[in-house]
């Protein structure tokens, strides 16, 4: 079994909001300067990050309708995760470069990737749904853990070209079954060897699909940084407070050449893997009613109510911007145009092809072979 709220020791874990929405000095406060990075947010700051939460789930919920109503292939929902994803990438820097996996939706929509965009490949039309140098956030990552070797060669040249106290950072998004993969290793000791400028964050989200991350790792994912030389800190991945202060913390050292951080963001997938996956079959309605009381949007209203931020009325307005964005994804999605059979061929060389230009040729031989309805 994955582990529940009540088995979680959270001594060492960053955390500035608890569940019940309530302010608090953080339980590791040798780990750093979160509380000052964290204070750095006003009451429109929070007010923000929470709209932005709101839409993003409305915006997750609509993908896995759309998935379920067919005009999506698949979907690889983030419900329960957004906190780690927004209160992180809230923090990165214009420069800072972004490796995720298929997961980090809301990593993208925070870099400001929108509308169909979010669902390109999951409609299958593209290989790639944005141009990676505008956004700074490279093509979503489905092998398990290979954009944490992307994340460390893409810093090594940041190294190269600005010198070891001016560089962006790269940063990779991976989960806890990745932490298993030979590519994160590989990574991890190949940029503490060179102190490049990596941040790498583990969405502990406690199921590698169906295998619990008990199974994989006795101990903490954490403890592993510094093995490899790393520093590495364990945040409450539900408190989008700590997240943003923990990631603000580790860029900056990144930035001044401080080296490589191991962040180990502890979540709960409340969805399924994805909407090919039935997770009834592999967990308890227990233990996901344990971790819904830990819902990072829930406790973030707690504090925004009892600070007086967040009155009906701006209720109301959050809400309509989050429906009028669900609205704007399914017409987005439903609009997008299919395309033409041959241009899978496209992008594929910088330079013509003779393979590629041959096998376009036996595609469009074979094409030619069905009639404008069996098309």
């Known amino acids: 079994m994955a582990r529940v709220p009540s088995e979680l020791d959270e001594t060492d874990i960053v955390q500035l909001l608890d569940p019940s929405g309530m302010r608090r000095a953080s339980a590791a406060a040798d780990r750093g300067d979160s509380d000052r990075f964290a204070a750095d947010l006003s009451a429109d700051d929070l007010l923000a990050l929470y709209r932005d939460l709101r839409v993003l789930r409305?915006?997750?919920?609509?993908?896995?309708?759309?998935?379920?109503?067919?005009?999506?292939?698949?979907w690889p929902p983030l419900r329960g995760q957004e906190a780690t994803q927004l209160g992180s990438a809230r923090a990165l820097g214009d420069g800072?470069?972004?490796?995720?996996?298929?997961?980090?939706?809301?990593?993208?929509?925070?870099?400001?990737?929108?509308?169909?965009?979010?669902?390109?490949?999951?409609?299958?039309?593209?290989a790639s749904a944005w141009d990676p140098d505008h956004v700074r956030v490279a093509p979503q990552q489905v092998i398990?853990?290979?954009?944490?070797?992307?994340?460390?060669?893409?810093?090594?040249?940041?190294?190269?070209?600005?010198?070891?106290?001016?560089?962006?950072?790269?940063?990779?998004?991976?989960?806890?079954?990745?932490?298993?993969e030979g590519d994160v290793a590989e990574a991890m000791v190949f940029a503490a060897s060179f102190r490049l400028p990596v941040v790498f964050v583990c969405s502990n989200n406690q199921w590698a699909i169906s295998e619990p991350v008990t199974l994989q790792a006795p101990g903490t994912l954490a403890d592993r940084g510094p093995g490899f030389g790393i520093p590495?800190?364990?945040?409450?991945?539900?408190?989008?407070?700590?997240?943003?202060?923990?990631?603000r913390a580790a860029l900056e050292?990144?930035?001044?050449?401080?080296?490589?951080?191991?962040?180990?963001?502890?979540?709960?997938?409340?969805?399924?893997?994805?909407?090919?996956?039935?997770?009834?079959?592999?967990?308890?309605?227990?233990?996901?009613?344990?971790?819904?009381?830990?819902?990072?949007?829930?406790?973030?209203?707690?504090?925004?109510?009892?600070?007086?931020?967040?009155?009906?009325?701006?209720?109301?307005?959050?809400?309509?911007?989050?429906?009028e964005a669900g609205g704007e994804l399914r017409a987005a999605c439903i609009a997008i145009p299919d395309p033409d059979p041959l241009s899978v061929f496209d992008h594929i060389?910088?330079?013509?092809?003779?393979?590629?230009?041959?096998?376009?040729?036996?595609?469009?031989?074979y094409l030619d072979g069905f009639t404008e309805a069996q098309r």
Request: aromatic share 8%; glycine share 10%.
């Open 144 to 180: 398990i853990g290979a954009q944490t070797l992307h994340a460390t060669g893409w810093a090594m040249g940041e190294v190269l070209a600005k010198g070891e106290k001016g560089p962006d950072a790269g940063v990779a998004y991976f989960g806890d079954g990745a932490m298993s």
């Open 58 to 74: 409305r915006i997750d919920d609509e993908a896995t309708a759309l998935q379920r109503q067919g005009e999506l292939a698949l």
């Open 349 to 365: 060389y910088a330079e013509p092809n003779r393979q590629i230009e041959r096998e376009r040729a036996e595609y469009a031989a």
């Open 232 to 247: 590495s800190v364990r945040v409450d991945g539900n408190d989008v407070l700590a997240v943003y202060a923990v990631m």
């Open 96 to 126: 800072d470069f972004v490796f995720t996996s298929y997961r980090e939706h809301g990593v993208a929509f925070a870099r400001g990737v929108r509308g169909a965009d979010l669902v390109r490949v999951w409609r299958g039309t593209t």
């Open 253 to 323: 050292r990144a930035h001044t050449g401080g080296g490589p951080t191991l962040i180990e963001a502890i979540t709960y997938r409340m969805g399924p893997h994805t909407t090919a996956d039935d997770p009834t079959r592999y967990r308890t309605a227990e233990e996901l009613a344990a971790w819904a009381e830990r819902d990072p949007i829930d406790r973030l209203e707690r504090l925004l109510r009892s600070e007086g931020v967040l009155t009906d009325e701006r209720e109301a307005e959050v809400g309509a911007a989050a429906d």
